[in-house]
């Protein structure tokens, strides 16, 4: 199972993670640190494949505090934007949101975290730093950091056809932190990315046996809080809007899908308070927070899909939890002048479509954050 949920760092900021939990019971917890990409498709499928193997995986959206999360392509394009975001994010920034995501999962002695490209100095950091056991892949930008001492398991991999990192850099990381292992494979940068031209299959799988096999070795299971869970943990989405929609990311009220028929623009937004069934039992302050949140959606549909009309409406007859259905509509879709509401039947997107859609509508819905 996997969501979009909201923490907050200790020095106030809000930013989603994308949350990924295992079938039975968590055979440990891993933070995933993200490349410059951003949370993107390929981050989200690496804690999926952390959650299907046993564990909690959070991957926290770090750009949240320089504009808001990415899902950037493995293009020219994409490497020039996440760097200028990295660069103004800056490490010591990104720690605050990485202690935050670990103290959600239970605290920095119960956690694992590993990191990619610039997450895998971030990674490396999270060890230094935070006390974190850690999986670090070809952290280039680890060199000014090599001095720092480890305070918890650490295990790096690295490609010997890396051309970020030059070849002088291995013989300071041996002089500098002679215990900690290393693997090297016989790849390039991003060899574990299966989304890269440099993607390297076999290096992949070998470094997946031996990352899981050191956290299994070094984490102790995940207490996943250790004070009072936060809101979205108690929040719970009825089934039906679950097998319906898709989880696009949270809000600070409502919790944002996309309901999968092609046939229209659609969004739902769903207040994430438990038990919630009438717009009336929200407090002043939630029913203004609601109102600002329908229009930004309405903003988003709006600038992505020019429609002739946007449609408001909660029914609530057949799914009683508060939910608020805004579509964009046209003069040509399946269902119009009438109401789109048990009008033919649902067209799921097709996978790819669906992708861009998602990707679309989250850059856009994260950037049009309504505080």
């Given amino acids: 199972m996997s969501e979009w949920i909201t923490l907050t760092a200790d020095d106030g900021h809000t930013f989603s993670a994308f949350l990924a939990r295992p079938a039975g019971t968590p055979l440990g917890a891993v933070i995933v640190l993200q490349e410059v990409f951003g949370v993107n498709h390929h981050i989200r499928w690496v804690a999926e494949q952390f959650a299907d193997h046993g564990f909690v995986a959070l991957a926290p959206a770090l750009f949240d505090r320089v504009g808001g999360n990415l899902d950037l392509d493995y293009t020219d394009t994409g490497i020039a934007v996440g760097r200028e975001k990295v660069a103004a994010l800056g490490f010591d920034a990104a720690l605050r949101d990485v202690a935050a995501a670990a103290a959600y999962l239970g605290g920095c002695d119960r956690v694992g975290v590993v990191g990619y490209c610039w997450g895998g100095t971030l990674c490396f950091l999270a060890n230094t730093r935070l006390g974190l056991t850690a999986v ?8 000014p950091f090599l001095h ?3 305070k918890a398991p650490l295990l790096m991999h690295f490609g010997r056809k890396d051309p970020l990192i ?15 292992p290393v693997h090297f494979y016989d790849a390039g940068h991003g060899f574990n990315c299966n989304e890269r031209a440099d993607f390297h299959a076999e290096s992949a799988a070998l470094a997946w046996r031996r990352t899981f096999r050191f956290f299994k070795e070094h984490l102790p299971e995940p207490l996943m809080q250790a004070g009072p869970a936060p809101e979205p943990d108690l929040f719970e989405l009825d089934p039906r809007l679950a097998a319906d929609a898709m989880v696009l990311l949270d809000w600070p009220l409502c919790r944002v899908l996309l309901m999968n028929d092609a046939r229209f623009p659609w969004l739902i937004l769903v207040p994430r308070v438990q038990g919630l069934r009438e717009v009336l039992e929200l407090t002043e302050s939630e029913s203004g927070q609601l109102m600002r949140e329908i229009r930004a959606a309405q903003a988003v549909l709006t600038a992505l899909y ?3 009309k946007l449609n408001v409406a909660a029914l609530g007859n057949v799914v009683p939890q ?11 879709d399946a269902a119009w002048p009438k109401p789109v509401f048990g009008i033919g039947t649902a067209q799921p997107y097709a996978p790819g479509a669906l992708h861009v859609a998602e990707k679309t509508l989250r850059e856009a819905l994260t950037a049009a954050r309504p505080e």
């Fill in 322 to 332: 508060l939910h608020v259905h805004v579509l964009a509509r046209f003069e040509q």
């Fill in 136 to 143: 670090s892949y070809y952290g280039a930008r680890s060199r």
């Fill in 148 to 150: 720092e001492p480890t």
């Fill in 166 to 180: 030059p070849q002088d850099f291995y013989a300071e990381l041996a002089e500098k932190q002679p215990t900690v």
């Fill in 306 to 308: 020019e429609p002739d």
